[in-house]
């Protein structure tokens, strides 16, 4: 079985620019979360999906939107790219909402803000 | 507010020797404790988790152990390998019925051989 996919792998923009990641989750799983990891330090939580809906949000500007499809595939779209948004952002799905269920993070997108 | 630390920040051993790295959450009613294995430029690797009604876990070469009353949990690898090396990350589940995980900032595992 497919894990979680994410699309593009590496990417370089410019700041003030915007940028759409994608991601697909493990077939059946109905959850999908963002989160953002810079260099040296832990995944920090940006959003979470269930079901088609926000169902929490990080602390994180309003810069930073996502949806979720009805395949459960989502986005994450990022306004007016800052220097500080390079990152590694990963997405990870879970079968469904709840705070002990496991989930399983994609390999993630590199983006670099030039 | 929401937090989790962890220690030590970098870890070497021999080879065949045990490592533990531990983490202390704050919020008391965090209930699930999930670890994740960074390699190199790969994705977060879910290696064991714990829920909150559990106070030891094993799964084979690895353990984790969680104290609710002092908000303390470890990982305890035994018998390293080389290929245990990597980057470790703790998590805690922040209550509010989604999936919101705080992670440490990780523990650098070196295994010599």
Same mark, same amino acid.
């Given at each position: 079985?497919?894990?979680?996919?994410?699309?593009?792998? %590496?990417?370089?923009?410019?700041?003030?620019q915007?940028?759409?990641?994608?991601?697909?989750?493990?077939?059946? %799983?109905?959850?999908?979360?963002?989160? *953002?990891?810079?260099?040296g *330090?832990?995944?920090?939580?940006?959003?979470?999906?269930?079901?088609?809906e926000?169902?929490?949000?990080?602390?994180f500007?309003?810069?930073?939107?996502?949806?979720?499809?009805p395949n459960?595939?989502?986005?994450?779209?990022?306004?007016?790219?800052?220097?500080?948004?390079?990152a590694?952002?990963?997405?990870a799905?879970s079968?469904? *909402?709840?705070?002990?269920?496991p989930q399983?993070?994609g390999?993630?997108?590199?983006?670099?803000?030039l | 507010?929401?937090?989790?630390e962890?220690?030590?920040?970098?870890?070497?051993?021999?080879?065949?020797?045990?490592?533990?790295i531990?983490c202390?959450?704050?919020?008391?009613?965090?209930?699930?404790?999930?670890?994740?294995?960074?390699?190199l430029?790969?994705?977060?690797?879910?290696?064991?988790?714990?829920?909150s009604?559990?106070?030891?876990?094993?799964?084979?070469?690895?353990?984790?152990t969680?104290?609710k009353?002092?908000?303390?949990?470890?990982l305890?690898?035994?018998e390293?390998q080389?290929?245990?090396?990597?980057?470790?990350?703790?998590?805690?589940?922040?209550?509010?019925g989604?999936?919101?995980?705080?992670?440490?900032?990780g523990?650098?595992?070196?295994?010599h051989?």
């Amino acid at each position: 079985d497919a894990g979680v996919t994410q699309s593009p792998t %590496h990417l370089i923009k410019t700041r003030g620019q915007h940028v759409t990641l994608r991601c697909s989750p493990i077939s059946g %799983h109905k959850s999908v979360s963002w989160y *953002q990891q810079v260099l040296g *330090q832990g995944p920090q939580f940006i959003f979470q999906y269930y079901e088609k809906e926000e169902r929490g949000r990080g602390n994180f500007p309003d810069r930073f939107s996502a949806r979720q499809f009805p395949n459960y595939s989502s986005e994450l779209n990022v306004n007016a790219l800052l220097l500080g948004d390079s990152a590694l952002y990963l997405c990870a799905s879970s079968l469904i *909402q709840g705070g002990d269920q496991p989930q399983h993070f994609g390999d993630g997108t590199r983006l670099s803000i030039l | 507010g929401e937090n989790v630390e962890q220690h030590p920040s970098t870890l070497s051993v021999q080879e065949g020797d045990s490592a533990v790295i531990k983490c202390t959450y704050s919020d008391s009613a965090s209930n699930y404790f999930p670890w994740y294995k960074q390699e190199l430029g790969k994705r977060p690797q879910l290696i064991i988790d714990i829920r909150s009604n559990v106070g030891e876990k094993k799964d084979q070469r690895i353990a984790v152990t969680l104290n609710k009353t002092a908000k303390h949990f470890s990982l305890h690898i035994t018998e390293t390998q080389p290929e245990d090396s990597a980057v470790y990350f703790c998590a805690a589940s922040i209550p509010g019925g989604y999936n919101k995980l705080i992670f440490g900032a990780g523990t650098r595992l070196a295994v010599h051989p």
